[in-house]
T-cell receptor, first 112, second 114 residues
Framework: GENVEQHPSTLSVQEGDSAVIKCTYS??????FPWYKQELGKRPQLIID?????GEKKDQRIAVTLNKTAKHFSLHITETQPEDSAVYFC???????????FGSGTRLQVQP | SQTIHQWPATLVQPVGSPLSLECTVE??????LYWYRQAAGRGLQLLFY??????ISSEVPQNLSASRPQDRQFILSSKKLLLSDSGFYLC?????????????FGDGTRLSIL
């Protein structure tokens, strides 16, 4: 089955700096890669996703890149703000009826 | 718009007691439904998913079971809870389509076993 590894487990940045979180996946047939943000005690919320037919996707300060050959994808947050502080999860799926396989999460702390 | 409801929000149960958590989705038909468990400070572990009424796939062998008696209702159950069943239980739904559709989570149930 699919295995998703996520790094780093914790990340501390200064407000205004960029943050990068990286994930690798094992199943070359995976074709859908969402990212979720989870604030303490809350539900995970989808912040951006990418499909295997594109290499990069941006939404304001958030971008995701995908390298299918190397089987890794990354989340980039620019101009970080204190409200970006949360746990971020990457995930991967093969599509069809397959459910998501999640990474172990990255706790991002943005220092004001 | 679509909404997903989970209840109860918190639950404290003794070891060996039964469990029933309910999840319902509004505003969509024929969704895929999922149950995840999240241990404190950990990632999300898929427990069950369902693509239709009565169709349940189990990802992890355990003392939990799931049922889908109606199109937009998903129930997680146990006959006898273990200490290791403590955690944050999340229900999620996704739409149908040729490609994967985003999964959207409910607010979760925080389960503590004493």
């Amino acid at each position: 089955g699919e295995n998703v590894e996520q790094h780093p487990s914790t990340l501390s940045v200064q407000e205004g700096d960029s943050a990068v979180i990286k994930c690798t996946y094992s199943d070359s047939a995976s074709n859908y890669f969402p990212w979720y943000k989870q604030e303490l005690g809350k539900r995970p919320q989808l912040i951006i996703d990418i499909r295997s037919n594109v290499g990069e996707k941006k939404d304001q300060r958030i971008a995701v890149t995908l390298n299918k050959t190397a089987k890794h994808f990354s989340l980039h947050i620019t101009e970080t703000q204190p409200e970006d502080s949360a746990v971020y999860f990457c995930a991967a799926s093969r599509g069809g009826r397959r459910a998501l396989t999640f990474g172990s999460g990255t706790r991002l702390q943005v220092q004001p | 718009s679509q909404t997903i409801h989970q209840w109860p929000a918190t639950l404290v149960q003794p070891v060996g007691s039964p469990l029933s958590l309910e999840c319902t989705v509004e505003g969509t038909s024929n969704p895929n439904l999922y149950w995840y468990r999240q241990a404190a400070g950990r990632g999300l572990q898929l427990l069950f998913y369902s693509v239709g009424i009565g169709q349940i796939s189990s990802e992890v062998p355990q003392n939990l079971s799931a049922s889908r008696p109606q199109d937009r209702q998903f129930i997680l159950s146990s006959k006898k809870l273990l200490l290791s069943d403590s955690g944050f239980y999340l229900c999620a739904w996704s739409g149908r389509g040729l490609y994967n559709q985003p999964q959207h989570f409910g607010d979760g149930t925080r389960l503590s076993i004493l």
